[in-house]
């Protein structure tokens, strides 16, 4: 089975840190997602990544970036935490017939 | 931009009783896919409906994919309380992009 490792369960940052969320797969997957999942708004997708050093806005990438400089590894980055960023951020990967495959999550607060 | 209801948002049912939440889309759907969530955890892959007028079960899960590909359903007959959780439907918009549903929360009284 496919494996998504996300860094930290949960996180406390101050406003204006920044602040980096890592996410590691053990499969040789290419493309790698960041969603945050927010009560009433559902799942909405960050950024995404189908190769290395790629990247792709999603639906919300304000005050955020990406990096990826290997394939296993897709980190998301706050350049300067807001309050309104506190959320659940899920990372996953894709394959079309087995859908994706989320991490545990990480519960960010920014206080 | 394409939308995806889901209905209901939440439901509360006795353990036994069965349990049916809906997916529409106002556009023609190439795939569409299923998820559930416990409390506290992550999305998990239920699976995924192609066909028009496609079938698919799971134990006590029925997955159903209209005949038009614009709604989906999942039923599940005679509740658990391990069927806790939310049930999420997600359909792909063209490329890598997906719209997931707002998701049903299933709660089960024993």
């Known amino acids: 089975d496919v494996k998504v490792t996300q860094s930290s369960r949960y996180l406390v940052k101050r406003t204006g840190e920044k602040v980096f969320l890592e996410c590691v797969q053990d499969?040789?997957?290419?493309?790698m997602f960041w969603y945050r999942q927010d009560p009433g708004l559902g799942l909405r997708l960050i950024y995404f990544?189908?190769?290395?050093?790629?990247?792709e806005k999603g639906d919300i990438p304000e005050g955020y970036s990406v990096s990826r400089e290997k394939k296993e590894r897709f980190s998301l980055i706050l350049e300067s935490a807001s309050t309104n960023q506190t959320s659940m951020y899920l990372c996953?990967?894709?394959?079309?017939?087995?859908?994706?495959?989320f991490g545990s999550g990480t519960r960010l607060t920014v206080v | 931009g394409q939308q995806v209801m889901q209905i209901p948002q939440y439901q509360h049912v006795q353990e036994g009783e069965d349990f049916t939440t809906y997916c529409n889309s106002s556009t023609t759907l190439s795939n569409i896919q299923w998820y559930k969530q416990r409390p506290g955890g992550h999305p998990v892959f239920l699976i995924q409906?192609?066909?028009?007028?496609e079938v698919k079960k799971q134990k006590r899960l029925t997955f159903q994919f209209g005949e038009a590909k614009k709604n989906s359903s999942l039923h599940i007959t005679a509740t658990q309380t391990t069927d806790v959780g939310t049930y999420f439907c997600?359909?792909?918009?063209?490329?890598?992009?997906?719209?997931f549903g707002a998701g049903t929360r299933l709660f089960v009284k024993a």
């Open positions: 997600a359909v792909n918009t063209g490329g890598f992009k997906t719209i």
């Open positions: 990544s189908y190769d290395v050093k790629m990247k």
């Open positions: 499969m040789d997957h290419e493309n």
């Open positions: 996953a990967t894709y394959t079309g017939g087995d859908g994706y495959t």
């Open positions: 409906l192609v066909k028009s007028g």
